[in-house]
């Protein structure tokens, strides 16, 4: 299983607009990716609702896997976009 852990690089977490922007860089990696907070329960990363659930905060670490064999790529497309708090994810990362 592919890993990587995070800190939340939105001040205002994954709230709102910038879990809509993870959301749909997890959908669009095209591997299935699971999201946590560091020591909870991993939820879909592809789902609006579940990542809301969440409830993670700016600065907070976050999980984010995969069992996905080429799972590797995504995954660091995914921990940068969350790190850097980016408003999406460039298309050369």
Same mark, same amino acid.
């Given at each position: 299983? +592919?890993? =990587? =852990? #995070?800190?939340?690089?939105? +001040?205002?977490?994954?709230?709102? =607009? $910038? *879990?809509?922007?993870?959301?749909?860089a997890?959908?669009?990696? !095209?591997? $299935?990716?699971?999201? @946590?907070?560091? /020591? !909870?329960? $991993? #939820?879909?990363? +592809?789902?609006?609702?579940?990542?809301? !659930?969440l409830? *993670?905060?700016?600065?907070?670490?976050? #999980?984010?896997?995969?069992? +996905?064999?080429?799972?590797?790529? @995504?995954? /660091? =497309?995914?921990?940068?976009?969350?790190?850097?708090?980016?408003?999406?994810? $460039?298309?050369? #990362?």
């Amino acid at each position: 299983m +592919a890993e =990587r =852990r #995070v800190n939340v690089g939105w +001040a205002e977490g994954l709230h709102a =607009r $910038p *879990a809509s922007i993870f959301v749909r860089a997890a959908t669009a990696s !095209g591997v $299935p990716v699971t999201i @946590a907070k560091a /020591d !909870g329960n $991993p #939820v879909n990363a +592809a789902s609006m609702l579940a990542v809301l !659930g969440l409830g *993670a905060q700016g600065g907070e670490e976050i #999980v984010l896997a995969s069992e +996905a064999e080429n799972a590797d790529a @995504a995954l /660091d =497309r995914l921990s940068k976009l969350v790190a850097e708090g980016l408003d999406e994810l $460039p298309e050369t #990362v």
